[in-house]
């Protein structure tokens, strides 16, 4: 069932009686996201034009989806596109072949009737959201765009129109030869995600995230990277969103866009609005960009995707990579030892080829275990454990005297140690860090004084100021400019 969406609470001149009472028609294809030349005018009283309004309601979306969904990823037809036929090459020769292709059925990647890849999206409650369909070359795993493009079409123009990717799928081809296409555009009611954001919705907020730009990269570095770390991608640099984001709210996120231009102009808008939503995002080791800190000298365009599969993947001369040392708290366990050998050529013997050895155990001497001296109780000279510990007396810490904070000095200085050297992401209320420092009352003191001084305003600081728990606190980033 289709309806037709207008803005109600909008009136613009009406094309038929041009009067100022037309309800616009809502496309969010146009700038400003009306038709103005469509709509409902309340002096006609019927729809004006309209004819294109094509919005779905949500039961009829939902209905979509499936189909499409179970048609393109059915076993006979899911790894047929160039990126499946791409990676299955790929990997041949590794330990991930045989685990290839339920990964991608996780991940949701289909094929459509051209022959393309569909990237299913799913939000954290498992549900369908949309499809988009990347044509890749099986030969290089790279896009294929322009001319070389397989989804092509006539546009209203008589021309011919090539696609790299797009928002719905090849359904078919008609007797004339066009392609059948089944868009799910915004203007039918459609909405997108994360690409990966199921696996944030089932998986513990402690597992960090590491941010991609595209479906591919996700796809391609999750192979290696979960379940101890999760992977998610943007669907393209300037495509998050703080709606998009919000899944990722109170993880530690890293932010690996692709090492160009249009990534590194990206990277700050996007760790905004991670922080926007409470996420914890990292974008810098040190100091140095994330993207030139894991992928140093890297060409333009590469990303996390190519860096798994050069030639540490295509060739089996070299071991796994080793990314504990890259991504801190990644990784809490090595890697397999048996997979990793077999990808750097090293052949392993089985228990079958080791060569047998005679040993003849009655020309080994008894052992008399009566001989052995007896050892001596050593528990006694352990001192016992109370069953309680005292509870800390804070009330006995030192006092600082009132001079102190009359001191502007030392009060700004007091604030930059507690904040300015420590190397934790997290952020934590400037309170309860004082405290931790200093006990109660001198934290309070402390917080007042820098208050009173406009400390909390320094320019040597970075604040942010938030509402927890009903009562107003101020956090700190790391440094000026970092994550807030």
């Not at 039961?59 to 969904?69: F, I």
């Not at 393109?72 to 596109?81: A, E, Y």
């Not at 047998?356 to 007896?374: A, I, K, Q």
């Not at 102190?404 to 009060?411: A, N, P, T």
């Amino acid at each position: 069932m289709q309806r037709r969406k207008f803005h109600a609470s909008t009136r613009v001149e009406c094309p038929e009686c041009s009067s100022k009472a037309l309800a616009p028609l809502v496309d969010h294809a146009k700038p400003d996201g009306l038709d103005r030349q469509q709509g409902y005018c309340y002096v006609c009283c019927k729809v004006i034009g309209a004819k294109s309004a094509r919005y779905i309601s949500s039961s009829d979306r939902e209905a979509l989806l499936q189909k499409w969904y179970d048609v393109s990823t059915r076993d006979s037809l899911r790894l047929r596109n160039g990126l499946a036929a791409y990676l299955q090459q790929t990997f041949a020769d590794t330990p991930y072949a045989e685990s290839l292709p339920s990964h991608l059925l996780q991940w949701s990647v289909g094929t459509d009737d051209a022959g393309s890849c569909v990237f299913w999206y799913r939000d954290e409650t498992q549900a369908l959201r949309t499809a988009k369909v990347v044509p890749y070359d099986s030969s290089t795993g790279k896009r294929r765009k322009g001319v070389d493009s397989p989804i092509r079409w006539t546009n209203k123009d008589g021309k011919m129109q090539y696609v790299d990717n797009l928002y719905g799928l090849v359904t078919g081809t008609r007797e004339d030869g066009s392609l059948r296409i089944e868009t799910f555009s915004t203007e039918k009611g459609y909405s997108t995600c994360l690409y990966g954001a199921h696996f944030v919705g089932s998986t513990s907020p402690d597992t960090p995230v590491l941010l991609v730009e595209s479906e591919k990269s996700a796809v391609v570095a999750s192979l290696f990277l979960y379940p101890n770390m999760l992977v998610v991608a943007t669907g393209g640099a300037n495509a998050i969103t703080k709606e998009k984001a919000s899944v990722l709210a109170g993880r530690d996120v890293y932010v690996l866009l692709d090492a160009d231009d249009t990534g590194r102009r990206s990277t700050e808008s996007v760790v905004e609005t991670l922080a926007s939503v409470g996420a914890r995002p990292v974008y810098e080791v040190d100091g140095v960009p994330l993207v030139d800190y894991l992928l140093p000298n890297a060409p333009k365009g590469y990303d996390i995707a190519d860096y798994y599969l050069s030639e540490h993947i295509q060739t089996t001369t070299q071991a796994l990579p080793d990314t504990t040392a890259e991504f801190p708290q990644m990784l809490d366990e090595l890697p397999d030892v048996d997979a990793a050998l077999a990808v750097s050529g090293v052949e392993m013997l089985t228990a079958d080829e080791l060569p047998d050895v005679d040993v003849d155990l009655s020309t080994l001497p008894d052992f008399d275990l009566s001989t052995l001296p007896e050892l001596p109780d050593v528990t006694a000279d352990f001192p016992q454990i109370p069953d309680e510990l005292p509870a800390l007396d804070m009330s006995t810490l030192p006092e600082l005297p009132d001079a102190k904070f009359d001191d502007v000095e030392f009060v700004r200085s007091t604030i930059l140690r507690v904040f300015g050297t420590t190397k934790e992401l997290a952020l934590e209320s400037l309170h309860e860090r004082l405290e931790k420092l200093y006990g109660r009352r001198n934290s309070s003191r402390l917080y007042h004084a820098a208050q009173a001084h406009k400390v909390l305003a320094s320019p040597q600081l970075d604040w942010k100021h938030h509402s927890r728990t009903g009562q107003s606190t101020y956090y700190v980033a790391v440094k000026k400019g970092a994550t807030k």
